[in-house]
């Protein structure tokens, strides 16, 4: 019996700081005296893809040519050299392709996540989704002279397109990409309310991805296990419904606490099971609909819905 499930591709919402920006103002835009206080980004690439840029707060990211399905990967460190403490902030500043021969541009294929790896046991993810979507991430409060170091990771994905060369092949042979980043610093308030207040404009639910095993003993064992991963830690819930006789709607166990990854278990009642055994012996599929739910710390939600199809042995 197999169980196959696609797995949607779903984008982390930027979470935009301007209100924050626009109430303190930004420490690379103000007008401070030199005797003011203020925190101050320095970027230093620390290998892969990444290269300097003009200015101690940016970095390029140099991604390409990739076959579908491969990475290109790079890290910097980010250093506040300043003598305050402030909130500090990366975002896009620029985008440029080199389209290849077939005209496709990489930069539409691509899927970026970003890490801090500072604490490399336990990295925590900043952005996950496409160039275009990445617009202002928080990367928190770093206090005078603290350093963090982060990784990005861009992959090629290699699901279908609707460009293709006349001549067949991939679209995106050949084609690089060119991506430009810069750092901010926000300054004006204590670290402690720059951190509340960062809480606040944390509006963004986890990222939810859905991950099945291709083949379960789910008759005999009485139950399917379905693996949820969020994009920061959270808790987990989730429930099935069964379009069988009296289209039962079951909650599924998640495990307690907030993880990155959840096994959440779907029991099937004795009734239920038998009615599956039913209709797969009859060659039907059955199709579980199921809708997964997750929470991060500031207690944001997602809610992720697909559909599970269990198939009769060949």
Not at 232 to 241: H, I, K, L, P
Request: aromatic share 2%; hydrophobic share 35%; net charge positive.
């Amino acid at each position: 019996m197999s169980l196959k499930s696609p797995i949607p591709h779903t984008l982390i919402g930027a979470l935009t700081v301007g209100l924050l920006t626009s109430m303190i103002g930004c420490s690379t835009n103000s007008k401070t005296s030199p005797s003011d206080p203020a925190p101050k980004p320095t970027v230093s690439p620390a290998g892969g893809g990444f290269r300097d840029a003009p200015g101690e707060s940016a970095a390029v990211f140099l991604a390409g040519p990739l076959e579908p399905g491969a990475s290109a990967m790079g890290s910097v460190a980010l250093r506040n050299s300043g003598d305050s403490a402030g909130l500090f902030t990366l975002s896009r500043s620029g985008l440029s392709d080199r389209p290849g021969p077939n005209g496709g541009r990489l930069s539409e294929r691509l899927e970026l996540e970003v890490l801090d790896i500072t604490d490399s046991k336990n990295p925590a993810v900043v952005y996950t989704g496409g160039v275009a979507a990445l617009d202002t991430r928080p990367l928190g409060v770093l206090a005078p002279g603290a350093t963090r170091k982060y990784e990005l990771r861009a992959t090629a994905l290699d699901s279908q397109t609707s460009t293709v060369p006349l001549g067949g092949g991939n679209p995106y042979e050949g084609s690089t990409t060119r991506i430009s980043f810069r750092w901010r610093a926000v300054d004006g308030l204590p670290a402690t309310r720059l951190t509340r207040l960062l809480g606040r404009l944390d509006r963004a639910g986890p990222q939810l991805r859905l991950v099945v095993a291709p083949r379960q003993s789910v008759l005999e064992s009485g139950q399917l296990l379905v693996g949820l991963r969020c994009s920061e830690e959270c808790r987990a819930s989730g429930s099935a419904t069964v379009p069988l006789r009296q289209r039962p709607r079951l909650d599924m166990e998640a495990p307690p606490g907030a993880r990155r990854a959840h096994e959440l278990r779907l029991p099937f009642p004795p009734s239920v099971r038998t009615s599956l055994r039913d209709a797969l012996g009859a060659g039907r599929t059955v199709r579980i609909a199921l809708r997964l739910q997750a929470s991060d710390g500031a207690g944001n939600r997602s809610t992720l819905r697909d559909t599970l199809r269990l198939r009769p042995p060949r």
